[in-house]
């Protein structure tokens, strides 16, 4: 049996291969624009070093390279060499720094079993994996591209980097990015009448309160601003245009990829139980199956590895008489940022969930350290599911009846409280107060205001 270590760069990947006893039998370099396939080649030079080559273990940093991937769908075994502990190895050994000598050191290291196997999941995981991750790419081009936009705004014309609330999108609304498209300054702006606005606003999709909607921007336009010489704005006219256009591209590529996410979201074997947890829509529950795979069991082993991998499980240093619970960084970025997202979602929308937030709150938690228990608590009842293939249940996770008397509940929170309704209705009941009016002074929508106040809905 042999073993075998690769070091990879951009060009080419040195190889080394060693026996039981730890004698080099082989070492070769093979360069990309020399052959077209690398793992053809890499067989071939194993075929004449051992009878059974086939069962030879390759041992490389980055198991999430297309050699390393290409290499386990061959069928040889292919196992993760922790780069951090390599590096120790080399230093602890005086070995200089070269790809000959990494090979050499990741081969023995593969030979002392000093690496861990890895579990390729299948391929319809594999593939919501590589849509999750451009997804992710997606939303931050894009929320890069908003900070570009509202940052060139602000240099020309603040005022409309507040004319679209956040309640409707802000700048990344398709009102704002049409109105902006046609008007990309304030003299511009300021040259749009009521009517022009009305179809801008209809070609952008709005439905509803077109109208007001067209003459609360005219107002917005027409208010006395701060303007530089016409030649400049209008170059950063351009620059503006420029900017809007990115932002487009980016919210139109973000759009495509999240519907591309939910179509292999919902072919994941795990998406029924997933699905089926209160506070995790297709976005959250495609990350989280992204990262997971489709077998844990063989993967992590335990739920424990799993939190560990995920981040959310603590540290403890102890020395002596002094104990010290310190925060895990050496997990998955993207598993704890959506174990994090996922718990603060849950808080929202699952009873337990917002029951057990408040218990840890109230034992003294600070916030991030509160969702990050309570992401433990979820991931290891996902863990738990999927090994044993039972529906998750919200009562046995946090450990209460739902029909039993003060289990826990999630009333919903009403935009206005009683007094606040007296006095709206107060307000209404004075000549000459309208609705829209009532509406501005408890910063809610006129909807709010027909639904809890006057207790019907407005006509549509």
Known sequence: MLFAGCDWSDQWLDVAVVDRSGTVVGETRIVYAETPDPVGCFREFLAPLARRWRATVTGIEDVDLLFARALAAS?????????????????????????????????????????????????????????????RAAVARRAEALHALRAGLMRIWPAAVSAW????????????????????????????????????????????TVQDEAERLRMIFHRPAMLLDRRVEDAEALRIGHLLAALDHTVRSADDLERDLERYYTAHRFHPLVAGVSGIGAVLGAYLLAEIGD?????????????????????TWASGQTI?????????????????????????????????????????????????KLGRKIVLCLYHCMATGLAYDAGIAFGYDPAADGAPSRPRRLPLDEEQIAQARDMLAAPGTTVTATARTFGVSTQTIYRHVLGRHRAR
Do not use: C, N, W
């Open 324 to 372: 010290r619970v310190a925060f895990r960084r050496a997990s998955s970025t993207h598993l704890r940022s959506t174990l994090h997202a996922t718990a603060f979602s849950m808080v929202s929308h699952s009873p337990g969930a917002h029951a057990y937030y408040t218990m840890r709150r109230s034992a003294g938690d600070a916030h991030a350290t509160a969702l990050r």
């Open 75 to 135: 069928g040889l075994e292919v196992v993760h060499v922790d780069p951090t502990r390599a590096a120790r190895h080399r230093l602890a050994q005086g070995i200089s720094k070269s790809d000959r000598a990494d090979a050499r050191l990741i081969a023995s290291m593969t030979l002392a079993g000093e690496a861990r196997r890895v579990v390729a999941s299948s391929p319809e995981a594999e593939a919501l994996r590589a849509v999750a991750h451009a997804h």
């Open 165 to 208: 609330p956040a309640s409707v999108g802000g700048l990344r609304s398709a009102q704002a990015r049409a109105v902006l498209a046609a008007a990309p300054s304030p003299r511009a702006a300021a040259r749009l009448d009521r009517t022009t606005l009305a179809v801008l606003l209809s070609t952008a999709g709005r439905k509803r």
């Open 295 to 315: 077998r844990p069991v063989e993967r992590f082993g335990s739920g424990r590895s799993l939190a560990a991998y995920a981040g959310v499980a603590p540290v």
